[in-house]
């Protein structure tokens, strides 16, 4: 396995206990409200204060033994958070290229075709629809070519037929990419269609994984 | 009698461009940074709202007296004095409105959302990148109210300018003073007009104020 996390920490009434590998896969983490799933992808992108070890792509991102934390900054994740947070002065393009120095004019054209947003690119956030501002979101997140995407409940706010297409955008994403992929999601389908591992948390413990059977993208000889 | 407002307009002017600049980093650590002896900033930034003016002044001239370090400094510098002169003034009116300016950025940074900040963090931009491109964009209404405020505050002076610059007509002889001195020589028409003109950019300052408050308080945050 590529990629390590093991977190005890207290949280509150809550004790994070995670301890997991993977790979360069799609990881879909569901449980009650207040188990812990989002607080993990917090600490997984170090805006939560962690104690634990986390290695990714052989990189240390958290050694709490010897006091290290690499900074959210250097760890290059694309994050989505569940409720909007784009900037509300920039336009959508300019968010969705904000951060990045150079425009790769071919992959920003692909994503924003494959997301649905290209008529929107002018508009101000303000003038977006939730679902809109999600798919903005997630745009914005898989542009900066991150090492790791964290998604917070991505697509709570889509229609059905658009969900399907965004599950197979985020595969082609993963595939493309070849990182991991955590996203925290209520929807059971999309545990069933796009989870390579899926996570059940339980106040603030990880249940044992549903490990599916799919093939793994990754042609290292893991699948 | 023009002559001692254009002066205080001056005076107003440059103080306010220079507490953009200092209070900018006050207001940030402020607003940001968890350290000792944040209380003890707080307070020293606060103090001009209470301090009897004359004590402000009489500290600074202490400062700045010509056997002073900062005084003698002055002198080998520019050669001139800065105690009873228009820079001293500056220097006296840039601590007497520290908290007109710091005070309204500070509450702007305090209240800008969370996650905007983080979002920062993810999208890797550096310190710089997050003034320009989030935090200042974020508290733009107020900056601007630290700006009016600031130069009302500067026009409005008496105690401070009157210690530190001496009213030399034409140099340090500020609106305010010139108007006591009229009143003091029982010149009616003279006294009435500068009052007038000094309650005017008095009522048109805080105007601007009020309603770069309501139209955040309106519109909400950044729109």
């Given at each position: 396995?590529?990629?390590?996390?093991?977190?005890?920490m207290?949280l509150?009434?809550?004790?994070?206990?995670?301890?997991?590998d993977?790979d360069?896969?799609?990881?879909?983490?569901s449980?009650?409200?207040?188990?812990?799933?989002?607080?993990?992808?917090?600490?997984?992108?170090g805006?939560?204060?962690?104690?634990?070890?986390?290695?990714?792509?052989?990189?240390?991102?958290?050694d709490?033994?010897?006091?290290f934390?690499?900074?959210?900054?250097?760890?290059?994740?694309?994050?989505?958070?569940?409720?909007?947070?784009?900037?509300?002065?920039?336009?959508?393009?300019?968010?969705?290229?904000?951060?990045?120095?150079e425009?790769?004019?071919?992959?920003?054209?692909k994503?924003?075709?494959?997301?649905?947003?290209?008529?929107?690119?002018k508009?101000?956030?303000?003038?977006l629809?939730?679902?809109?501002?999600?798919?903005?979101?997630l745009?914005?997140?898989?542009?900066?070519?991150?090492?790791?995407?964290?998604?917070?409940e991505?697509?709570?706010?889509?229609?059905?037929?658009l969900?399907d297409?965004?599950?197979?955008?985020?595969?082609?994403a993963?595939?493309?990419?070849q990182?991991p992929?955590?996203?925290?999601?209520h929807?059971?389908?999309?545990?069933?269609?796009l989870?390579?591992?899926?996570?059940?948390?339980?106040?603030?413990?990880?249940?044992?994984?549903?490990?599916?059977?799919r093939?793994?993208?990754s042609?290292?000889?893991?699948? | 009698?023009?002559?001692?407002?254009?002066?205080s307009?001056?005076?107003?002017?440059?103080?306010?461009?220079?507490?953009l600049?200092i209070?900018?980093?006050v207001?940030y650590v402020?607003?940001?940074?968890?350290?000792?002896?944040?209380t003890?900033?707080?307070?020293?930034v606060?103090?001009?709202?209470?301090?009897?003016?004359?004590?402000l002044?009489?500290?600074?001239?202490?400062?700045i007296?010509p056997h002073?370090?900062l005084?003698?400094?002055?002198?080998?510098l520019?050669?001139?004095?800065?105690?009873?002169?228009?820079?001293?003034?500056?220097?006296?009116?840039?601590?007497?409105?520290?908290?007109?300016?710091?005070?309204?950025?500070?509450?702007a940074?305090?209240?800008?959302?969370r996650?905007?900040?983080?979002?920062?963090?993810?999208q890797?931009?550096?310190?710089?990148?997050t003034?320009?491109?989030?935090?200042?964009?974020?508290?733009?209404?107020?900056?601007?109210?630290?700006?009016?405020?600031?130069?009302?505050?500067?026009?409005?002076?008496?105690g401070?300018?009157?210690?530190?610059?001496g009213?030399?007509?034409?140099?340090?002889k500020?609106a305010?003073?010139?108007?006591?001195?009229?009143v003091?020589?029982?010149q009616?028409?003279?006294?009435?007009?500068?009052?007038?003109?000094?309650?005017?950019?008095s009522?048109?300052?805080?105007?601007?104020?009020?309603?770069?408050?309501r139209?955040t308080?309106?519109?909400?945050?950044?729109?």
């Open positions: 396995m590529k990629h390590h996390i093991q977190l005890n207290q509150g009434s809550l004790f994070l206990d995670v301890h997991a993977f360069n896969e799609i990881i879909v983490v449980g009650e409200n207040g188990a812990g799933k989002s607080t993990l992808l917090r600490c997984i992108a805006l939560h204060k962690a104690s634990g070890k986390i290695d990714i792509h052989q990189q240390n991102w958290l709490s033994g010897a006091d934390i690499l900074p959210t900054a250097q760890r290059k994740v694309g994050f989505v958070w569940p409720e909007n947070v784009l900037l509300p002065w920039l336009t959508v393009e300019e968010n969705i290229s904000l951060g990045t120095d425009k790769d004019i071919l992959a920003f054209e994503l924003v075709m494959q997301l649905e947003i290209k008529h929107l690119l508009h101000k956030p303000t003038a629809s939730t679902g809109e501002a999600q798919r903005v979101a745009a914005r997140a898989l542009y900066r070519k991150p090492s790791m995407l964290l998604l917070d991505p697509f709570s706010a889509q229609a059905p037929d969900r297409r965004l599950r197979i955008v985020l595969q082609d993963q595939q493309q990419m990182i992929i955590f996203m925290v999601s929807d059971l389908e999309d545990a069933k269609v989870a390579h591992q899926h996570w059940r948390m339980r106040e603030g413990k990880l249940l044992l994984e549903v490990t599916h059977k093939s793994l993208p042609s290292e000889g893991e699948a | 009698m023009f002559e001692s407002l254009l002066i307009l001056e005076l107003a002017l440059v103080t306010t461009c220079i507490l600049v209070a900018l980093p207001a402020l607003a940001f940074k968890s350290f000792r002896g944040h003890a900033l707080e307070v020293i606060a103090l001009p709202l209470v301090l009897p003016p004359t004590v002044g009489y500290y600074v001239l202490l400062i007296a002073s370090m005084g003698s400094a002055w002198h080998t520019f050669d001139s004095s800065l105690a009873f002169s228009f820079s001293g003034m500056v220097f006296a009116s840039v601590l007497y409105s520290l908290p007109f300016a710091v005070q309204p950025m500070q509450q940074f305090r209240a800008i959302p996650n905007w900040l983080e979002l920062a963090k993810t890797g931009l550096n310190i710089k990148q003034l320009f491109s989030i935090i200042l964009p974020a508290s733009k209404a107020g900056v601007l109210v630290a700006a009016a405020l600031s130069f009302a505050h500067t026009m409005g002076e008496f401070v300018v009157l210690m530190v610059g009213s030399i007509p034409g140099e340090t500020v305010s003073i010139a108007l006591f001195e009229m003091e020589m029982q009616q028409s003279e006294a009435w007009l500068l009052a007038l003109m000094l309650l005017a950019v009522f048109v300052m805080l105007s601007v104020v009020y309603s770069i408050n139209s308080l309106n519109v909400g945050m950044g729109k």
